[in-house]
């Protein structure tokens, strides 16, 4: 079995929040730590053809399409930026320059209706993403 379209590299932000402790009678507080859990998809721009509504002051430069079999948490499901799930496109371990932060806003929903059949493909998700700074400068949070 082969592929045509090879799949991309990206990041999921995960907080992982520790515990208060104690240890030999020090007390040690709750902490949080930052990894980056490596997903595949197929990420493409978003372009003016396309159904989904952006939030208005978005650009269609400043969102784009992200299609993977994995789960992820999206604002329209949170409802707040700041627990919706955040991707990057490159590694934020490596390198100098600090990556784009995209937000997962919401997925695409395709309804069936008595007309047609769907033909699912591995269970590929379709996420619209935005920038981080776009989506809480135009009040999404």
């Known amino acids: 079995m ?11 932000e995960e907080i992982i929040i520790k515990d208060s402790f104690w240890q030999r009678g020090v007390y040690y507080e709750s902490s949080e730590e930052t990894t980056f859990k490596a997903i ?13 509504v952006l939030p208005a002051g978005t650009s269609s430069s400043d969102a784009m399409f992200l299609y993977s079999s994995e789960q992820l948490l999206t604002y329209s499901d949170s409802g707040t930026v700041s627990l919706a799930d955040k ?8 390198g100098k320059n600090k990556p784009q932060i995209y937000v997962v806003m919401e997925r695409e929903l395709w309804p069936e209706n008595s007309g047609f059949a769907l033909i699912s493909t591995n269970d590929s998700n379709a996420y619209l993403l935005i920038k981080e ?9």
Not at 2 to 12: A, E, G, M, P, V
Not at 87 to 94: A, R
Not at 133 to 141: L, T, Y
């Open 2 to 12: 082969f592929s045509l379209i090879t799949q991309d590299q990206l990041f999921k």
């Open 40 to 52: 595949y998809g197929t990420v493409e721009p978003y372009t003016s053809d396309e159904s989904m």
């Open 87 to 94: 991707v990057y496109l490159t590694n934020p371990d490596s």
């Open 133 to 141: 700074e776009k989506a809480i400068a135009n009040g999404v949070s």
